[in-house]
């Protein structure tokens, strides 16, 4: 397994941005960001594999850039116009060989960082 750690998370207001930042301790194949609601399941944000191959295709599509620097081991996810509906612990995820929106099937989590958008 590979010890993820994120950072960046906080109080912002609506229509705000934010950048997440999660780090590997050692390669790893994907690196991919979830969130989870009070309340609510799981959900794919983004992910990226080594070569710098990105999927989006969540509810945040069109609001997320994620970007991996791979000497770094470090995975960068921009979060533009953010909403209340966006507030959640967000997570980071990696797995040695998976990259898709199933957060069964990675093997590596991050404790997650909390992001709080106020009205």
């Known amino acids: 397994q590979v010890t993820l750690e994120e950072s960046g998370g906080g109080l912002v207001q609506d229509g705000a941005s934010l950048n997440l930042t999660c780090t590997a301790s050692?390669?790893?194949?994907?690196m991919a960001w979830f969130r989870q609601a009070q309340g609510k399941e799981r959900e794919f944000v983004a992910a990226?594999?080594?070569?710098?191959?990105?999927f989006d295709r969540g509810p945040m599509m069109g609001r997320v850039t994620l970007s991996r620097d791979n000497a770094k081991r470090t995975t960068y996810l921009r979060m533009v116009d953010l909403g209340p509906d966006d507030t959640a612990v967000y997570y980071c995820?990696?797995?040695?060989?998976?990259?898709?929106?199933?957060?069964?099937?990675?093997?590596?989590w991050g404790q997650g960082t909390r992001v709080t958008v106020s009205r």
């Open positions: 990226i594999n080594g070569r710098g191959g990105v």
């Open positions: 050692k390669e790893t194949f994907s």
């Open positions: 995820a990696a797995d040695r060989y998976y990259i898709g929106h199933d957060p069964s099937l990675y093997d590596s």
